[in-house]
């Protein structure tokens, strides 16, 4: 699970991050290529745009659930998401 104490400092400020688990899979910038970048001389992620939606909420969130790092964090649950039938089967 990603860990705010070891985020990488491109992280835009916002409720997600990248930390330094990050293997570059790439996983996230193919789900939500809008949010996620690599950045070439660290071989790794991180995000440049945090979610302004919930339709790019959800896919921030998609990402990270993909992860096979574990290496995407999220600081709480945006509450639009608990609207979202697919978020609510995963909760449970």
Same mark, same amino acid.
């Given at each position: 699970m990603a /860990?705010?104490?070891y985020k +990488? =400092?491109?992280n835009?400020?916002? @409720? ?8 570059d %899979?790439h996983c996230?910038a @193919?789900?939500?290529? $809008? %949010?996620?970048?690599?950045? $070439?001389d660290?071989?790794?992620l ?6 302004s939606?919930p339709e @790019? ?5 998609a990402?990270? $659930?993909?992860? =096979?790092?574990?290496?995407?964090g ?10 979202? /039938?697919? +978020?609510?089967?995963i909760?449970?």
């Open positions: /860990s705010v104490k +990488w =400092p491109q835009v400020p916002g @409720e997600f991050y990248v930390d330094e688990c990050c293997l %899979h996230c @193919e789900i939500a290529p $809008d %949010h996620f970048r690599r950045i $070439d660290g071989g790794h991180y995000v440049y745009r945090q979610p939606n @790019e909420r959800a896919r921030c969130m990402a990270l $659930d993909t992860c =096979p790092m574990a290496a995407i999220c600081d709480g649950v945006p509450p639009k998401l608990f609207s979202l /039938s697919w +978020w609510r089967r909760l449970r």
